[in-house]
């Protein structure tokens, strides 16, 4: 059975960084995996999205230059940090293609979350 356990979460001031890891158990080949997000009364929205084999990454604007897929472990390192990156972080994994979607319904495993919360 596949698992995605998230961490790395926490509460910091705007312009502070944090890494938010994933690890997948049950499961060691290939994939794509998403980083998603959801704030409070808001749908949940893609971050990033990137093929474990190498390229195909991709990042949402709100977060272009400011956020960085680490390619060896898939951590999702946040810099520059703003109020509005506030809300719970999920990682996901689709395990059936190589060219990676945006959309979150071609992701099948998920994890239970981690709360990022950054203050003004």
């Known amino acids: 059975q596949v698992q995605l356990v998230e961490s790395g979460g926490g509460s910091v001031q705007a312009g502070g960084s944090l890494r938010l890891s994933c690890v997948i158990s049950?499961?060691?080949?290939?994939?794509?995996m998403g980083w998603f997000r959801q704030a409070p009364g808001k749908e949940r929205e893609g971050v990033a999205t990137?093929?474990?084999?190498g390229g195909n990454t991709y990042y949402a604007d709100a977060v272009k230059g400011r956020f960085t897929i680490s390619q060896g472990n898939g951590d999702l390192i946040m810099n520059n940090l703003a109020p509005e990156d506030t809300g719970m972080y999920y990682c996901a994994a689709d395990f059936r293609r190589f060219l990676c979607s945006r959309d979150e319904r071609a992701y099948t495993s998920w994890g239970q979350g981690t709360q990022v919360t950054v203050s003004s």
């Open positions: 990137f093929y474990t084999g």
């Open positions: 049950g499961y060691t080949g290939n994939k794509c």
